[in-house]
Structure formats: C-alpha cells, structure tokens
C-alpha cells in the first residue's frame, strides 16, 4: 500500500510539471483544435440532403409517394403505417440534428461571429431552424435545452417551444444578414467548398427563413387561431419568401463520384434498384400517377399508354418498358412477379431509367420551394374565405411548379424537352385546374400541392397529410388502408410521428421516452401537437 501511494503522488507531480507542455501539442497549428466556419459549412449542407433522403425512404411509404416492391416485414411495416422495432430506421434527422450537426454548427456559428463572417453566422443560425423544426415535426417532442449537455440523459421539448426556438434562431439569422462581413467572406461563400445553396447570396437566404416561418405557421389549420391570426402570418411570410422557382433552396453537387452526387441518384446508390429486382425502396406510388393522369378533379386514366394534358407526366417518370404504360405502385401489394411497378426511381444501368426528373447523378436537391409556397399562402387564404387570392396563388403554384420542372428536373439521359408555354396554358383551361375562384377547393390546393412536393418534400408532404387527417375527400388518389392492413400494434390508426433513434433514445434514454409515451407499441399513432386542436 506504502509503493501505491509513493506511484500514485509521483503520477499527481509528474503531471502537474509537465502535462500543461504534453497538452500543448493541441495548440499545433498543424494538427488545429478550432476550426474555421468556411471549413464546415459545406459538409453540413451535404448532410441536409443526405439525411432527409436516407428518412424520407420510410416517410414516402407513409406519404406513398412511393413503395417498394417485396412483401417483406421490413417494406410492409411502414407501408402499413407501422415501424421497424430495435432499428435506426426513421432516425437519420435526429442523427442529423444533434450529430452530424451538432457541435460542428454550434462552431461554425461561434467562429462566424468572432471573425465577423456574418453571413456564414446568418446560414448557420437559419440551418439550425430548419434542422429543429423539420425534426420536431417529424418526432413531436425532442431534445432542446440540453441538446448538447455534457451528460447521458436529456429531457425532451415540445413543439410549442421548439417551435418558439425556431423563430428565435430564425430572427438571429436575419439580424446577421444584416452585418458587414469581414473582407474576404463573399469569395469564401461562392468558392467551390462555399455555400452549396446560394453562394453567400444574403437575399435569397432571407426568403430562405421567411419561407421556414410560413411552412411552420402553414402546419397550425387545426388551431382555433388559425383563420384569425396564422392565416395572415402565412401569407406575410410566403410574400416576403420566394417570387419565383429562380429562388428556390436546392443543394448542388457535381455528380462526378458516389460522394460528389444527388443522394437520389445511381452514383450515391442508397435508392437505386433494377427494374427486374425487388427493391426496398424508390418505386414510383400509383397516387401520384392518379394525379397526373386526370384525378386531380376528375377520374384517373388506367394504364395510359400516351400522356394526357398534364405535361409533367413525361417530364417526372417514365413508362412501363415495352408496354409503354404509366402505372405506379399500390402499398404492401407489390412482390417482384406483380407487374404494377412502374419502374425504378432513379439512374440504373436498366434502359430507360437513366436518372429521371430530379434523380440524376448531378441533380440540384430540393430543400424548399416557392411551388410548395405559393400552395401553402392559397391554403391559408382560402381557410380565411379570401378565395380571390387565394385562387391567384393556386395558379401561381402551378406554374411555379413547371417552372420546378423547366429549372431542375429535366436530368438524366436525355433530358426531356421544357414544358412550353403552350402546354402550360392548356393545363391552365383544361378540366384538371379550377377555373376560377368559385370553383377553388382545398382538395384542388393540396392535390396540386402533392404533386409539386413528390419525390423530394417528404416531411412537408406528410406534415400536409397528417394535418388533413388523411382525409380522403382532400387527397382523392390516396389509398386509404383498409381492415387487415394494419399491424395489431396500431389499433387501426395511421403514423403521425416517427419514433426517436432507437440506439440513442431507447438504449440510453428510456426514462425520458417514458415519460412521453415513447415505450407504448402504438407510440407512433400519436398525433404531434401541431395536428392537435
């Protein structure tokens, strides 16, 4: 015990002598501790797409913008609104928010505003709204305050102070954009490792968080102050957001490599699949073809084989081969003899899916669009009974959509001709748009609106759904599950929240999850507070 005590004091001066020189080897500016905002900004960009994608695979089966084609527990179970036990699946946005952000956005805004590189502080405050609120409304309660606590345990937040939170950083944002940047910022941002979204362009970064306010107000119809008070926020915010498609938030990438590509797309490989395999994923869903075919106001064509008058049809996906027939997938139907599968999502070696629409290697990644924007200002104004404008910002919506297309979904190869004009007009007169605003219906707003947000705005597609209660007089072409389609589990009740990361919450957090419910089978049936009245 005596030599114990003589190693034990040796090791306490030892230390006290010399770790402070030891220690200095993190002050090597070689080996640098601290690193710089415009080192970080672009890999955290890349991990917006990269994690909305990996999730929006289980939410598209929700959504049914798209399917899979195997009957398989592990396809069916989110099919049938159910969820995949002891899995990370569904968890790729928590991930996102609280790692792959995390410390690396907190210093990326820390060393922003010390080098008053302010515009990167500005995209880093306006990234951090939008991580949280887009995992708030997938989850419902979430980690906030203690977000980055040095601890094992943390305590959960609702929407209501997430979302306050939200327009806190949102408002930091513009207070930032504000501020003269450091000399040397503006080439930082458009350099090829800059600001994949805009290229330090300040303006566009504001529609950017304007747009964010209204699609969080946009999620609130079931309040009893929503016609009176978050109606007129909606409009305020989608008029000081984007006024065309120009400005739309798409990430780029170059689409040389597997780690330089749209993660849509064949390089990136996480949705690809051969039209003759059976894949898990990326199988176009039948609703959206529905829409596309004539089910907007009318009733759908079956198994068309020349495209109707909605120009998109050709323009968003490609036929069956051979048969030349536009069919998509139904939900938990699909095994890999059933010929109702339209066809892989995106680029593969299989004639014709080349990297269709916006699924090429090199694809621009949606974020936000002044499409689905102008649809959310026609929703709230015709909730408040302003059907005038709001008709006027359905139209709007529309042709922003087509515009959409003409910007950045005409990939792959070859790429289809633009929507022209002409064609744009006689979609406007045909019998699929609501020709003026006596005519307008909330089912003609979020119809339109699904189509412009499908394939890529899976967490506002189903904030839309599940705020409509899946209501089949407002999404017409949406197939309503039936008796013998659910899990036990579910009670014959749809999802209404992912469940949190399971390696994370239900490994290390359980106590917490407890308190919310989170342990109950049927956890994700629960309605989110913002879908609540």
């Keep these: 015990m005596k030599y114990l005590k003589i190693i034990m004091f040796s090791a306490v001066v030892l230390c006290i002598t010399s770790c402070k020189k030891w220690l200095d080897v993190n002050t090597d500016p070689a080996t640098p501790q601290v690193t710089k905002a415009e080192y970080l900004l672009s890999p955290i960009m890349f991990q917006m797409a990269n994690n909305t994608a990996t999730d929006n695979r289980l939410i598209f089966k929700y959504t049914q913008d798209m399917f899979g084609q195997d009957v398989t527990t592990f396809t069916v179970a989110w099919e049938k609104h159910g969820y995949q036990s002891a899995s990370d699946l569904g968890g790729s946005m928590w991930r996102m928010v609280y790692i792959n952000f995390g410390l690396n956005l907190e210093d990326m805004i820390k060393d922003a505003e010390a080098t008053n590189k302010w515009t990167y502080a500005g995209i880093g405050y306006a990234i951090k709204a939008w991580g949280f609120q887009l995992l708030t409304d997938a989850h419902g309660p979430v980690i906030l305050d203690e977000a980055y606590a040095n601890q094992l345990k943390f305590k959960y937040q609702d929407q209501p102070e997430v979302y306050a939170r939200v327009r806190q950083w949102s408002q930091k944002a513009l207070e930032c954009f504000n501020k003269t940047d450091a000399n040397g910022t503006a080439a930082l941002l458009a350099g090829v490792s800059g600001d994949q979204m805009y290229k330090g362009d300040r303006v566009k970064w504001r529609k950017f968080v304007y747009g964010l306010l209204a699609q969080q107000y946009s999620h609130l119809i079931n309040k009893a102050e929503f016609n009176t008070q978050y109606a007129d926020s909606v409009v305020k915010y989608v008029d000081l957001s984007f006024t065309s498609a120009a400005d739309d938030a798409t990430i780029n990438f170059g689409g040389s490599n597997s780690n330089d590509s749209n993660p849509f797309s064949q390089n990136f490989g996480m949705y690809t699949a051969t039209a003759t395999t059976a894949p898990t994923y990326g ?194 072409t949406y197939k309503q599950l039936e008796a013998g389609d659910f899990f036990e589990r579910n009670n014959g009740k749809y999802a209404y929240r992912l469940r949190p990361r399971y390696s994370s919450e239900y490994v290390w957090n359980q106590d917490e999850l407890a308190k919310w419910g989170g342990l109950q089978t049927d956890y994700h049936t629960k309605e989110t507070w913002s879908n609540l009245p």
């Excluded at 968003?316 to 048969?323: A, D, E, G, L």
């Excluded at 003899?337 to 680029?347: C, R, Y």
């Design 283 to 476: 199988r176009i869903g039948q609703p959206v073809v529905s829409l596309l075919t004539g089910g907007v106001r009318g009733t759908a064509a079956v198994d068309p084989t020349t495209p109707g008058v909605d120009p998109r049809l050709t323009r968003m996906m490609n036929p069956i081969p051979v048969s030349g027939v536009y069919r998509g997938a139904l939900p938990f139907a699909g095994t890999a003899a059933t010929p109702h599968i339209l066809g892989a999502l995106t680029g593969t070696s299989t004639v014709p899916f080349p990297g269709k629409y916006i699924y090429s290697n090199a694809a621009r990644y949606p974020i936000m669009s002044y499409a689905q924007l102008q649809f959310a200002k026609a929703e709230a104004l015709f909730r408040k009974g302003t059907t005038g404008t709001a008709f006027t910002a359905y139209v709007n919506g529309i042709k922003g959509h087509m515009d959409f297309i003409n910007l950045y979904g005409r990939t792959g190869s070859p790429a289809p001709a633009t929507i022209s004009t002409t064609e744009i007009n006689n979609y406007l007169a045909s019998t699929e748009v609501a020709q003026n605003a006596g005519a307008l219906t909330i089912a003609d707003i979020m119809q339109q609106k699904y189509i412009a947000q499908w394939g890529w705005a899976g967490m506002e597609q189903w904030s839309d759904l599940r705020k409509y209660h899946y209501d089949p007089l407002v999404y017409k």
